[in-house]
């Protein structure tokens, strides 16, 4: 595999969009490298750029300028179909409202990145159901995708995104839709994706409370992109969140988190100490 | 780097297997199966049921339309050359001369016709106005000296008798035609009776006549057949070729292939003979049915017009309500042909199976129609059957293709229009 430090270089990119009578900015020249297996954090204010960067960074959106070269790979200088197969391949997508093939059911849903990657049904299903399992929605199968409330259809987008085992998991707004509980399941889940399954997280959200969660963080405003000042390693928050999401009783975990975050991190855990093994060096 | 991976995980939502599978899987192809396309249109049909049926019902009635009426032409067409042209063999030639003083048919000619390359058989006839003797009345008929091949050429229908057998002289072939002149209803009754065939020595006869006096000779009859609406007469040519008759009244000349008629047929008329063939006939049989096949396609393609525009419609209807599934196949990685793929899937899958049901119920219906004709006609005193309905697999095959480049051509632009649906746009945030 790649040894390389960093998954994501963005070299010198910048995005303007050519309007009538106008030429709109929307991304200033910027250069960026992030980290493998960080948990990023993409944040700004609504109309900041946020968004365009993100696009920038999935392949969707070709820069006026500048690179995005993904593991030594330039994105754009790739043709369309071997960039939507990079997408396929390399990506996991969650979004703040969640889209469905609406003639398919949860399992096929998941299963459609798998087979926009070539796989055949029967050879993408179980892979589909593990996934599901893995987020623990798997008795949601076979139902319709539409009959689902908006928290369990982002926990199953959370299963469509990582079904591909994708190195890059890209969430934007993943929250923005959810209550709190359903919010920080979400989170927690991210954070597992990050841990347990060494996955880069990409994350844009205008929710500050999210922000100690990240191990890199990058603020967009007006179309200026700048790095935030990096802590080293998580910080207590996280930490505490992370400590309460691998605590012994799993089945209480959101509500460990929403205690919490209601009393203000007064609680403490005995078992801290296993998430600083996950400390960025 | 990660100690976690061989810890104790307390959720039992996470294996930590996962952890070792790193790399990314691989499926061994680059790209959607087509088969994987193809699923996903059928299941977008299945869940727009109403729509889907509703459209299809469409392509039956254009469809069904189209394949009852150009069935009934080709039905039509198809009674018509059996009425006229019958049995008869089309790749046939009837050569004639119209100056029988100059221009003799003999023996010569028949070699030389043998010779014309293509020319598989050749057969020759003596023709002659004659009076027949049955039951002390003579009655006019026309005697063929004719031999095997001629008759097998002919096609004609045995009636009664045995075989029909033409070698021996002393027997003699009637036809029904015959039968109805001289009052006979039952054609088994004429069987083994005896008849005065008398040819008259006329200078007007095409044929070189050899005797002095009329020619005169009993036969017996051995079959009856049914070979049109003049009284017809058939005996062994050997009668008249030993007696030093030598001019032919007709030659029929056997081509291999249909295609070939045409210059064999320059060839003989170069030597100043008159041909004719069934051939001609039959073009002018298809030539009036080709414009009227025209005209019934034409009539059932307004039913396949309103067919296209409602196909049109739940494609582009299909399209409009799918851009964020689109949008999002896009994002996921489907590439933009795969997007076109989808719709053409869809299209091809409405008007095929259109296409499929509509040729079943226009064959139904044809079958229908015409055990009813059948039984009219029956009521009416037409004794034989017939069937106004052929549906050839050819024109099955025909409409099937045509359906689905149909469809094709509907699906043209709304599938272009969704593969250039954008993600970004689609899938924006409000």
Same mark, same amino acid.
């Given at each position: 595999?790649?040894?390389?430090?960093?998954?994501?270089?963005?070299?010198?990119?910048?995005?303007?969009? !050519? /309007?009538?009578?106008?030429? !709109?900015?929307?991304?200033?020249?910027c250069?960026l490298?992030?980290? *493998?297996?960080?948990f990023?954090?993409?944040?700004?204010?609504?109309?900041s750029g *946020?968004?365009?960067?993100?696009?920038?960074?999935?392949?969707? %959106?070709?820069?006026?300028?500048g690179?995005?070269?993904?593991?030594?790979?330039n994105?754009?200088?790739l043709?369309?179909?071997?960039?939507?197969?990079?997408?396929?391949?390399?990506?996991g997508?969650?979004?703040?409202?969640?889209?469905?093939?609406?003639?398919?059911?949860?399992?096929?849903? !998941?299963?459609?990145?798998?087979? /926009?990657?070539? @796989?055949?049904?029967? %050879?993408?299903?179980?892979?589909?159901? &593990?996934? /599901?399992?893995?987020?623990?929605?798997?008795?949601?199968?076979?139902?319709?995708?539409?009959?689902?409330?908006?928290? %369990?259809?982002?926990?199953?987008?959370?299963?469509?995104?990582?079904?591909?085992?994708?190195?890059?998991?890209?969430?934007? &707004?993943?929250?923005?839709? /959810?209550?709190?509980?359903?919010?920080?399941a979400i989170?927690?889940?991210?954070?597992?994706? *990050?841990?347990?399954?060494?996955?880069?997280?990409?994350?844009?959200?205008?929710?500050?409370? @999210?922000?100690p969660?990240?191990? @890199?963080?990058?603020?967009?405003?007006?179309?200026?992109?700048?790095e935030?000042?990096?802590?080293?390693?998580?910080?207590? %928050?996280?930490?505490? *969140?992370?400590?309460? @999401?691998?605590?012994?009783?799993?089945?209480?975990?959101?509500?460990?988190i929403?205690?919490?975050?209601?009393?203000?991190?007064?609680?403490?855990?005995?078992?801290g100490?296993?998430a600083?093994?996950?400390d960025q060096? | 780097?990660?100690? $976690?991976?061989?810890?104790?995980?307390?959720?039992k =939502?996470?294996?930590?297997?996962?952890?070792?599978?790193?790399?990314?899987?691989?499926?061994?192809?680059?790209?959607?199966?087509?088969?994987?396309?193809?699923?996903?249109?059928?299941?977008?049909?299945v869940?727009?049921?109403?729509?889907?049926?509703?459209?299809?019902?469409g392509?039956?009635?254009?469809?069904?339309?189209?394949?009852?009426?150009?069935?009934?032409?080709?039905?039509?067409?198809?009674?018509?050359?059996?009425?006229?042209?019958?049995?008869?063999?089309? =790749?046939?030639?009837?050569?004639?001369?119209?100056?029988?003083?100059?221009i003799?048919?003999?023996?010569?000619?028949?070699?030389?016709?043998?010779?014309?390359?293509?020319?598989?058989?050749?057969?020759?006839?003596?023709?002659?106005?004659?009076?027949?003797?049955?039951?002390n009345? =003579?009655?006019?008929?026309?005697?063929?000296?004719?031999?095997?091949?001629?008759?097998?050429?002919?096609?004609?229908?045995?009636?009664?008798?045995?075989?029909?057998?033409?070698?021996?002289?002393?027997?003699?072939?009637?036809?029904?035609?015959?039968?109805?002149?001289?009052?006979?209803?039952?054609?088994?009754?004429?069987?083994?009776?005896?008849?005065?065939?008398?040819?008259?020595?006329?200078?007007?006869?095409?044929i070189?006549?050899?005797?002095?006096?009329?020619?005169m000779?009993?036969?017996?009859?051995?079959?009856?057949?049914?070979?049109g609406?003049?009284?017809?007469?058939f005996?062994?040519q050997?009668?008249?070729?030993?007696?030093?008759?030598?001019?032919?009244?007709?030659?029929?000349v056997?081509?291999?292939?249909?295609?070939?008629?045409?210059?064999?047929?320059?060839?003989?008329?170069?030597?100043?003979?008159?041909?004719?063939?069934?051939a001609?006939?039959?073009?002018?049989?298809?030539?009036?049915?080709?414009?009227?096949?025209?005209? $019934?396609?034409?009539?059932?393609?307004i039913?396949?017009?309103?067919?296209?525009?409602?196909?049109?419609?739940?494609?582009?209807?299909?399209?409009?309500?799918?851009?964020?599934?689109?949008?999002?196949?896009?994002?996921?990685?489907?590439?933009?042909?795969?997007?076109?793929?989808?719709?053409?899937?869809?299209?091809?899958?409405?008007?095929?199976?259109?296409?499929v049901?509509?040729i079943?119920?226009?064959?139904?219906?044809?079958?229908a129609?015409?055990?009813?004709?059948?039984?009219?006609?029956?009521?009416?005193?037409?004794?034989?059957?017939?069937?106004?309905?052929?549906?050839?697999?050819? $024109?099955a095959?025909y409409?099937?293709?045509?359906?689905?480049?149909?469809?094709?051509?509907?699906?043209?632009?709304?599938?272009?229009r969704?593969?250039?649906?954008?993600?970004?746009?689609?899938?924006?945030?409000?």
């Open positions: 595999m790649n040894n390389q430090k960093n998954v994501i270089e963005i070299v010198d990119l910048e995005k303007s969009f !050519v /309007l009538p009578h106008t030429t !709109v900015k929307a991304i200033k020249k250069s490298s992030i980290p *493998k297996n960080s990023t954090i993409i944040h700004g204010p609504s109309g *946020k968004s365009t960067l993100l696009d920038a960074i999935t392949g969707l %959106e070709e820069p006026t300028a690179s995005v070269i993904f593991n030594s790979v994105l754009y200088s043709s369309n179909d071997k960039r939507a197969n990079f997408r396929a391949n390399n990506l997508l969650v979004y703040q409202t969640n889209y469905w093939v609406a003639s398919l059911n949860v399992l096929d849903n !998941v299963c459609v990145p798998l087979f /926009l990657s070539g @796989y055949l049904p029967h %050879e993408a299903r179980p892979l589909a159901l &593990e996934a /599901l399992k893995k987020i623990n929605v798997d008795h949601l199968a076979k139902q319709g995708p539409d009959v689902l409330s908006i928290g %369990e259809q982002q926990r199953v987008s959370m299963a469509r995104a990582l079904v591909s085992d994708p190195q890059v998991i890209i969430a934007d &707004e993943p929250t923005g839709s /959810l209550d709190t509980t359903n919010g920080d989170m927690s889940l991210l954070l597992s994706l *990050k841990t347990d399954f060494n996955k880069t997280i990409i994350m844009v959200t205008h929710n500050l409370e @999210y922000l969660m990240s191990t @890199y963080r990058i603020s967009v405003k007006d179309g200026v992109v700048t935030d000042e990096q802590e080293h390693g998580l910080s207590p %928050e996280t930490k505490e *969140k992370l400590k309460h @999401y691998m605590s012994d009783d799993d089945d209480k975990q959101i509500q460990d929403l205690n919490n975050r209601s009393s203000n991190s007064t609680s403490k855990s005995t078992s100490s296993k600083e093994d996950k060096k | 780097m990660n100690k $976690l991976g061989s810890k104790q995980y307390a959720s =939502n996470i294996s930590p297997k996962a952890n070792n599978r790193s790399s990314q899987r691989k499926s061994g192809r680059d790209y959607i199966h087509f088969r994987v396309l193809l699923l996903m249109s059928l299941k977008n049909l869940f727009k049921k109403l729509r889907t049926t509703l459209t299809i019902v392509v039956v009635i254009g469809i069904g339309a189209i394949v009852f009426l150009v069935s009934l032409g080709l039905g039509l067409q198809k009674v018509v050359t059996e009425q006229v042209i019958g049995s008869k063999s089309v =790749n046939t030639i009837e050569v004639t001369t119209s100056k029988p003083q100059s003799k048919l003999n023996k010569d000619s028949v070699s030389e016709f043998r010779n014309y390359s293509n020319v598989t058989d050749v057969s020759k006839t003596y023709s002659f106005a004659s009076k027949i003797g049955y039951k009345s =003579n009655t006019d008929a026309i005697v063929y000296g004719a031999d095997s091949t001629f008759l097998d050429l002919s096609g004609f229908r045995l009636v009664a008798g045995d075989q029909v057998n033409i070698e021996n002289e002393d027997s003699i072939i009637v036809n029904t035609a015959f039968l109805d002149t001289v009052g006979i209803s039952n054609p088994k009754d004429i069987i083994g009776t005896k008849l005065t065939v008398t040819i008259l020595k006329d200078k007007n006869q095409a070189d006549f050899p005797l002095t006096g009329d020619f000779k009993e036969l017996k009859v051995s079959s009856v057949i049914d070979s609406n003049s009284n017809e007469l005996t062994s050997t009668t008249f070729s030993t007696i030093g008759f030598r001019d032919f009244s007709q030659i029929k056997v081509v291999n292939d249909s295609n070939n008629i045409a210059a064999v047929r320059k060839q003989i008329e170069s030597k100043a003979f008159t041909t004719n063939s069934p001609d006939t039959l073009q002018q049989i298809n030539q009036v049915f080709s414009i009227l096949n025209i005209l $019934l396609a034409a009539a059932g393609g039913g396949m017009t309103i067919a296209i525009l409602g196909m049109f419609n739940t494609l582009t209807i299909s399209l409009l309500e799918r851009t964020k599934e689109i949008g999002l196949l896009v994002s996921l990685g489907a590439r933009q042909r795969d997007i076109k793929r989808l719709f053409i899937f869809e299209a091809i899958l409405l008007s095929a199976m259109g296409a049901i509509g079943i119920l226009a064959w139904v219906a044809g079958f129609v015409n055990t009813f004709a059948v039984n009219l006609a029956y009521s009416r005193g037409v004794k034989e059957s017939f069937s106004v309905f052929y549906l050839p697999l050819w $024109l095959i409409i099937m293709a045509f359906a689905v480049i149909i469809g094709l051509v509907v699906v043209a632009f709304p599938a272009k969704a593969s250039r649906i954008s993600p970004i746009k689609a899938l924006r945030r409000e």
